[in-house]
């Protein structure tokens, strides 16, 4: 079974801190992807990336960076963290989409980190 | 840009019931849908993923049917239990692989 591991369940830190949080996959995925979810607002994609060194913005970027230097491993970075990032925030990875009808590859997910900004 | 629905947002029914949760979108030029459960405080599981080559995929008391043409799937719950009760989403892939989520139904079975 795939198994994507969030490096914490529960975080809380200052307005104004760098956060990080890590994302670790064990089935050598090329796509990853951060999204945070909200109550009414579901889930929305921050960033995502397909290969090591590369990343796209999702639909909410703005606060936020990522870091793939490994495959198996992304990193989502609050460059200073603000109270409207609290919030649960939960990493994807899934296999190279490859094109074509029924090629399109499962997205799993890991436990989440719920992380509070005081 | 896609859109996906899920009404009603929340659902109680007794234990043992037959149930149909809906998941509606707008684009139909898509190459699969998945569902997933939620449990309270947790990552999402995925449960199905129906091909659009597909019109149904099965997996134990759990059916995911998918209507292409009029924009719509359902998960069907066969004999409800306790353990079920859940908030279940639905999501369809854009480019890259990119998910666009349903907000999802909360689901409770009384025993």
């Known amino acids: 079974d795939v198994k994507v591991t969030q490096s914490s369940r529960y975080l809380v830190k200052r307005t104004g801190e760098k956060v990080f949080l890590e994302c670790v996959q064990d089935m050598d995925h090329e796509n990853m992807f951060w999204y945070r979810q909200d109550p009414g607002l579901g889930l929305r994609l921050i960033y995502f990336?397909?290969?090591?060194?590369?990343?796209e913005k999702g639909d909410i970027p703005e606060g936020y960076s990522v870091s793939r230097e490994k495959k198996e491993r992304f990193s989502l970075i609050l460059e200073s963290a603000s109270t409207n990032q609290t919030s649960m925030y939960l990493c994807?990875?899934?296999?190279?989409?490859?094109?074509?009808?029924?090629?399109?590859?499962?997205?799993?997910f890991g436990d989440g980190t719920r992380l509070s900004i005081l | 840009k896609q859109e996906v629905t899920q009404i009603p947002a929340a659902l109680s029914v007794p234990e043992g019931e037959n149930l149909v949760l809906n998941c509606s979108f707008t684009d139909s030029a898509i190459y699969n849908l998945q569902w997933f459960r939620q449990d309270p405080g947790k990552g999402l599981t995925s449960l199905l993923l129906?091909?659009?080559?597909?019109r149904e995929q099965t997996s134990g008391r759990l059916n995911a049917s998918l209507d292409k043409s009029s924009g719509r799937s359902t998960l069907y719950i066969a004999a409800s239990q306790p353990g079920d009760s859940a908030t279940y989403l639905c999501?369809?892939?854009?480019?890259?692989?990119?998910?666009?989520f349903g907000k999802g139904i909360t689901l409770s079975v009384r025993p």
């Open positions: 994807a990875s899934s296999l190279f989409w490859t094109g074509g009808v029924g090629s399109n590859q499962p997205q799993h």
């Open positions: 129906i091909q659009s080559s597909q």
């Open positions: 990336s397909y290969d090591v060194k590369m990343k």
């Open positions: 999501a369809v892939p854009g480019t890259n692989s990119k998910l666009t």
